[in-house]
C-alpha cells in the first residue's frame, strides 16, 4: 500500500469494501471517487489528518438507492456521513458534512468562527449550488452519461456557456479580494467545494483556466493540499478508461 504525504495509507478500495485510517477513526464516509462533493469532504478529512472510514459505493450498480442506505441518506446521493461520535447521527449533502465536520473537530481554519468571516464562507457554499455545481449538471454529466446522443454535444456547449460566466465572476472575485483564497489567506471548505467542480474539467478536456490569472493560480494553491492527489485518483481512472470510479 501507498501512503499519502501525511504517511496515512492510501487505501485502493473495491465495490463494497471499507476501511479504517487510522485505528481511532469516529467518522464514516460514504462516496465514490468521480464525486465531486464526496472529493470535497474527503479532502477536508485528508489536508487536517482527521480519521475516518471511507466506504466506497458503487453507483453504476445502484448500491446508493438500496434499502440499507436508503436508512443513512433518504435521498440516496452521496457524500453521505455517519459520525459515532454524535450516536450514529447521519447526514448527507457535501457543504453539511463539511460544516459539520469543522464544527465538530474545532476546524476552524476552514470554517471560521467569526460573524463576518464565516458570513463569507456560507456565501460561496450557497453561491455554489446555482453556479459552479452546474459544472457537473451540464458539462461532465452529458459528457460521460449521454455519448451518442444527438444533443450531446449541444448540451456540451450550452454548459460551456455557463461555466465561462461562472469563471469569470470567481475571476472578477479574486482579483477584487486580493487573498489568495476565496475569503482570505487560508483556504476554506468554500475553496475546497467549488475546486472539485473546476480541477475536473480540464481532465476531460472540457474547459481551460489558461484565460484567467487568478483562477489559475488559485487552483495551483489547491492543487498542493496535503492530500489533494489522492482525492483525485477517481477523476483521472474515469478519464483513463471512461467508466465512472
Same mark, same amino acid.
Given at each position: 500500500?501507498?501512503?499519502?504525504?501525511?504517511?496515512a495509507p492510501i487505501f485502493h478500495l473495491k465495490p463494497s469494501s471499507t476501511c479504517f485510517r487510522p485505528k481511532m477513526a469516529t467518522l464514516k464516509i460514504y462516496g465514490?471517487?468521480?464525486?465531486?462533493?464526496?472529493?470535497?469532504?474527503?479532502?477536508?478529512?485528508?489536508?487536517?489528518?482527521?480519521?475516518?472510514?471511507?466506504?466506497?459505493?458503487?453507483?453504476?450498480?445502484?448500491?446508493?438507492?438500496?434499502?440499507?442506505?436508503?436508512?443513512?441518506?433518504?435521498?440516496?446521493?452521496?457524500?453521505?456521513?455517519?459520525?459515532?461520535?454524535?450516536?450514529?447521527?447521519?447526514?448527507?449533502?457535501?457543504?453539511?458534512?463539511?460544516?459539520?465536520?469543522?464544527?465538530?473537530?474545532?476546524?476552524?481554519?476552514?470554517?471560521?468562527?467569526?460573524?463576518?468571516?464565516?458570513?463569507?464562507?456560507?456565501?460561496?457554499?450557497?453561491?455554489?449550488?446555482?453556479?459552479?455545481?452546474?459544472?457537473?449538471?451540464?458539462?461532465?454529466?452529458?459528457?460521460?452519461? +449521454? =455519448?451518442? $446522443?444527438?444533443?450531446?454535444? !449541444?448540451? *456540451? @456547449? /450550452?454548459? +460551456? =456557456?455557463? $461555466?465561462?460566466?461562472?469563471? !469569470?465572476? *470567481? @475571476? /472578477?472575485?479574486?482579483a477584487d479580494v486580493k487573498t489568495p483564497y476565496l475569503t482570505g489567506d487560508k483556504p476554506?471548505?468554500?475553496?475546497?467545494?467549488?475546486?472539485?467542480?473546476?480541477?475536473?474539467?480540464?481532465?476531460?478536456?472540457?474547459?481551460?483556466?489558461?484565460?484567467?490569472?487568478?483562477?489559475?493560480?488559485?487552483?495551483?494553491?489547491?492543487?498542493?493540499?496535503?492530500?489533494?492527489?489522492?482525492?483525485?485518483?477517481?477523476?483521472?481512472?474515469?478519464?483513463?478508461?471512461?467508466?465512472?470510479?
Open positions: 500500500q501507498a501512503k499519502t504525504k501525511s504517511n465514490f471517487g468521480l464525486s465531486q462533493p464526496v472529493r470535497s469532504v474527503r479532502l477536508l478529512l485528508e489536508a487536517t489528518g482527521v480519521p475516518y472510514e471511507y466506504v466506497y459505493m458503487d453507483v453504476m450498480s445502484g448500491e446508493h438507492k438500496q434499502p440499507e442506505f436508503l436508512k443513512l441518506n433518504p435521498a440516496g446521493q452521496l457524500p453521505a456521513m455517519v459520525d459515532a461520535n454524535y450516536g450514529g447521527f447521519s447526514m448527507g449533502e457535501g457543504a453539511a458534512i463539511l460544516q459539520h465536520i469543522c464544527e465538530t473537530r474545532d476546524l476552524t481554519d476552514w470554517y471560521p468562527k467569526d460573524p463576518v468571516h464565516r458570513c463569507k464562507v456560507n456565501y460561496w457554499l450557497h453561491w455554489h449550488h446555482n453556479n459552479s455545481r452546474k459544472f457537473t449538471t451540464l458539462i461532465v454529466v452529458p459528457f460521460l452519461f +449521454k =455519448k451518442g $446522443a444527438p444533443t450531446q454535444q !449541444e448540451e *456540451i @456547449e /450550452a454548459g +460551456k =456557456k455557463v $461555466a465561462k460566466d461562472v469563471v !469569470e465572476f *470567481i @475571476e /472578477a472575485r479574486l476554506t471548505i468554500a475553496d475546497l467545494l467549488i475546486l472539485c467542480e473546476l480541477d475536473q474539467l480540464p481532465i476531460f478536456n472540457l474547459f481551460e483556466f489558461t484565460e484567467y490569472p487568478q483562477v489559475t493560480a488559485w487552483l495551483d494553491r489547491l492543487r498542493g493540499l496535503k492530500g489533494y492527489d489522492v482525492c483525485l485518483k477517481g477523476v483521472l481512472d474515469t478519464a483513463s478508461t471512461g467508466k465512472i470510479h
